[in-house]
């Protein structure tokens, strides 16, 4: 079984930076997102990374600004965001799935962890 365990998620003022965090353990798995919801819409996907470092990606519409990464001795993904906006605010999750395929599809992760706040505002 895949714990998954978000942290990070705090409030900022508009133009500031968080880098949020996944810690991940047990059980396998190939590809580890970050996804987010604000309140009042559904899940959306903003970036994916595959485990065996074959590849990354951000979400075209904040590719700009947000960057996913790794660190493999601790098992940890990260989601480097810049210049925060309001529209930002959300809880961010992280999912994972055992296939390397690229999945945008919140359908498609089995594990999820308990999300982080992420609030905007000034």
């Known amino acids: 079984q895949v714990h998954l365990v978000e942290s990070g998620g705090e409030q900022v003022q508009p133009g500031g930076s968080l880098r949020l965090s996944c810690a991940a353990s047990?059980?396998?798995?190939?590809?580890v997102s970050w996804f987010r919801q604000a309140p009042g819409k559904g899940r959306e996907f903003v970036a994916a990374i595959n485990w065996e470092d074959m590849w990354t990606y951000n979400e075209g519409t904040v590719s700009e600004r947000f960057d996913i990464s790794k660190e493999n001795g601790v098992s940890t993904v990260y989601l480097q965001i810049i210049n925060l906006q309001p529209e930002d605010t959300a809880v961010y999750y992280c999912a994972a799935r055992r296939s390397s395929v690229l999945s945008r599809w919140a359908g498609d992760y089995a594990y999820w962890g308990q999300g982080t706040q992420v609030t905007v505002s000034s």
């Open positions: 047990g059980g396998t798995f190939e590809t």
